[in-house]
Each structure stands twice: as C-alpha cells, then as structure tokens.
C-alpha cells in the first residue's frame, strides 16, 4: 500500500460508524474510494429498505476519503455541505458507494458519489443515490 492507501485504512478503521455499519473499503485510488455495506435488517426502515441514513453514511465518507487522496499531508476532511439525490430505494443484498473527486483545490475539494444496489453476485447493479458534496481540508487534530 502506498502512503495515502495506508493513511485512508487507519482513518477508516478508527471510524465506529463504518463498523457498525458493517461497511468495508473496497477500493482506494488517487481521487476515487468505493466503500462497500451489506443488507443488514438493522440497517432498514419501516417499509424493508436499507435506511437514507446509511445510504448518506457510506456515500459520504467515500467522498471524504477521495478527497483525502487529494489533500496535503498532514491535513484532514471534513464535510462542508452535501446533497443527495435517492433515485429508487435501496433494495439489495450489497450497496458499494462510489467517491470522486471532481475538482481539488487548495482548501475545498468537490466531490461527486453514487451508491450502487447489487442483487446478486454480479456485475449488474442500480444506482440508488447520487450525492455532490464539499470537503474541506483541515489540519490534522484539528
């Protein structure tokens, strides 16, 4: 693994929220991060759905992390603003959120995510949210 490989799987795993969510990295590269969550019954809302706070959780940190790709060392993200768009509800037995980065600059980066519904263990999938979000770059302990 490479520094910010390695930087990204420290952070991620001092995160309580991504193991409660039973999430994983699933990928890390310069200004991509996917983050993988399976269906979990505790994860759900009333009707059966995986809950849009989860959806959110998963698709936010693997935006915050490839703008963590992106950023200088020593720093640190945080989340300025977001805004997701759900598509269709989350109906799958694995979600995988998709983090980019769009533009990087020197104190905010804006990043675009999706989060992708897999039914089965194939390639095939459904986009249940899009979310475009700003990070922000801060000193790290801040």
Known sequence: MNEFQQRIAASFAAQGLMATLGARLALVAEGEV??????????????????????????????????????PPGSEIVTAEFKTNFMRPAMGTRFLAVGKVQNAGRMLTVCTGEVRAYTGDGPDYKVVALMQATMVNVPAGA
Do not use: K, N, W
């Open 34 to 71: 996917h983050i993988e969550m399976p269906f979990s019954t505790h994860l759900s809302q009333q009707q059966g759905f995986v809950h849009a706070g989860a959806i959110t959780s998963i698709v936010d940190s693997a935006c915050g992390y490839a703008a963590l790709t992106r950023s």
